[in-house]
């Protein structure tokens, strides 16, 4: 059974850095995507980023280009999400995703990705950025 466990939520001010960790076990294949949803109150599960692990391809959401930045840590079975220039409206839950079957046709740079495709969620951390 894939699991996957989020750390390094937390309280920043605007223009501060957070690093999101999630831990994954379970993995069935060596191909998988994996990344991060949020979902502010009130709004819909937003597709944050990705990665896809065979050839390392990646999707982010235009809000976050230049500033998240996520990475890959394949002897810790760990990916992390670097989070810089924070503003008050990146403040929500953060969802560790990954999926398996569909992995190929995730994580490309113009395709957003949907909450539907990914069979595999963390409990989510919650980011605060306060202005």
């Known amino acids: 059974e894939v699991q996957l466990v989020e750390s390094g939520g937390g309280l920043v001010q605007a223009g501060g850095s957070l690093r999101l960790s999630c831990a994954a076990s379970?993995?069935?294949?060596?191909?998988?995507?994996i990344g991060w949803f949020r979902q502010a109150p009130g709004k819909e599960r937003e597709g944050v980023t990705c990665?896809?692990?065979?050839?390392?391809?990646?999707f982010y959401t235009d809000s976050v280009k230049g500033r998240f930045t996520i990475s890959r840590d394949s002897a810790k079975n760990t990916v992390y999400l670097q989070m810089d220039s924070l503003k008050p409206e990146d403040t929500a839950v953060y969802y560790c995703?990954?999926?398996?079957?569909?992995?190929?046709?995730?994580?490309?740079?113009?395709?957003?990705?949907?909450?539907?495709?990914?069979?595999?969620w963390g409990q989510g951390t919650q980011v605060n950025v306060s202005s």
């Open positions: 995703v990954t999926e398996i079957r569909w992995a190929h046709i995730l994580c490309s740079a113009d395709r957003v990705p949907q909450p539907y495709e990914f069979d595999h």
């Open positions: 379970g993995f069935t294949s060596d191909d998988y995507a």
């Open positions: 990665i896809r692990s065979s050839d390392g391809s990646t």
